[in-house]
């Protein structure tokens, strides 16, 4: 069964430049230019997505932009990739936008100026696909409150859930942990997120693995822990967690390789893919996605997924 992948989430232009190091507070660090890029958690997910899935599948994107030219390149950004944009809208304020530090080993530091992702609503999903083969994808760079109600609003029509807890808040406290995870079928985290969630309910101590699968347990949902070059950790309410390795590959840019696991894996589900092989395309597309600079620029295509799915 084949469906439709939902993204709720941000919408931001990026401001990318290259230095020696990122730079200490109060300190000043020179970097030869900068480019101008399209960003955002939400839109990059949805860009990830519609590369690596087939033309069965559809995706959405539901997110706010300003009335601005920004918003105009976003929108036209977006269609280039097969995106629906219907449930976009234009805010009084300006389009957001980001401000990345990239230093020379591929590392980064990034700044997000919210803009008119503030402004997102449940109420743009009113008209989108709600049914069992809807994957929603949501991340933390919108209104926490309208994403769990967009969250819920999916979870009630037999669609699927997928959070990618980034950027986590700072010292989330057990209540509000408990009510963003209810509606959630599957919380993508890094190692941050991971403790960040794990402490918020109590659990602070043992392996990765271990605190992964107690935090399935405890939330009664799929936990992916995303481990850069060691690859992922899956772990089911249950079940014993089970790794997938990353590619071996020589890092150029980070900055986009989250958001490629994330909507890639969001896509396999949507393909009806079992969670196994979802997480293997995933992890590929994100190790693929470190090779190039950038973010959506650096996103592979289904074409290069395939070629690697045969090495793991």
């Known amino acids: 069964m084949t469906g439709d992948v939902l993204v709720f989430g941000s919408l931001n232009v990026d401001l990318v430049c290259r230095v020696e190091r990122i730079a200490s507070p109060g300190e000043t660090v020179l970097g030869p230019t900068y480019e101008r890029l399209f960003g955002g958690k939400g839109a990059n997910q949805a860009v990830a997505a519609a590369r690596a899935t087939s033309s069965e599948v559809s995706v959405r994107m539901?997110?706010?932009?300003?009335?601005?030219?920004?918003?105009?390149?976003?929108?036209?950004?977006?269609?280039?990739?097969?995106i629906d944009v219907t449930a976009v809208t234009r805010a009084s304020e300006a389009t957001g936008a980001a401000f990345i530090s990239i230093d020379a080993e591929g590392e980064n530091a990034i700044t997000v100026a919210s803009g008119a992702n503030r402004t997102?609503?449940?109420?743009?999903?009113?008209g989108m696909p709600h049914g069992e083969g809807t994957v929603l994808l949501l991340q933390m760079e919108t209104p926490h409150a309208a994403s769990i109600e967009a969250a819920r609003s999916i979870k009630a029509g037999g669609g699927t859930v997928v959070l990618n807890l980034a950027p986590v808040p700072a010292r989330p406290a057990p209540a509000f942990i408990r009510a963003l995870c209810d509606p959630v079928d599957w919380l993508i985290v890094n190692e941050i997120e991971l403790s960040a969630a794990g402490q918020a309910i109590g659990i602070a101590d043992g392996s990765l693995r271990d605190r992964a699968s107690r935090l399935s347990d405890a939330l009664s949902l799929g936990v992916i822990a995303t481990l850069g070059a060691r690859g992922v950790v899956v772990a089911e309410p249950g079940a014993e967690p089970f790794t997938q390795a990353a590619l071996d590959i020589s890092v150029e840019d980070t900055t986009g390789a989250g958001d490629t696991f994330c909507g890639v894996f969001a896509a396999g589900l949507a393909e009806g893919l079992d969670v196994r092989l979802a997480v293997?395309?995933?992890?590929i597309a994100a190790s693929l996605a470190c090779r190039r600079l950038g973010a959506q620029t650096a996103m592979p295509t289904r074409g290069e997924i395939e070629t690697f799915i045969d090495l793991q």
Do not use: F, I, Q, Y
């Open 62 to 82: 539901a997110g706010a932009v300003g009335a601005d030219e920004l918003g105009d390149a976003v929108l036209a950004n977006l269609k280039t990739h097969r």
């Open 120 to 126: 997102l609503s449940a109420d743009r999903l009113e």
């Open 280 to 283: 293997r395309r995933a992890a």
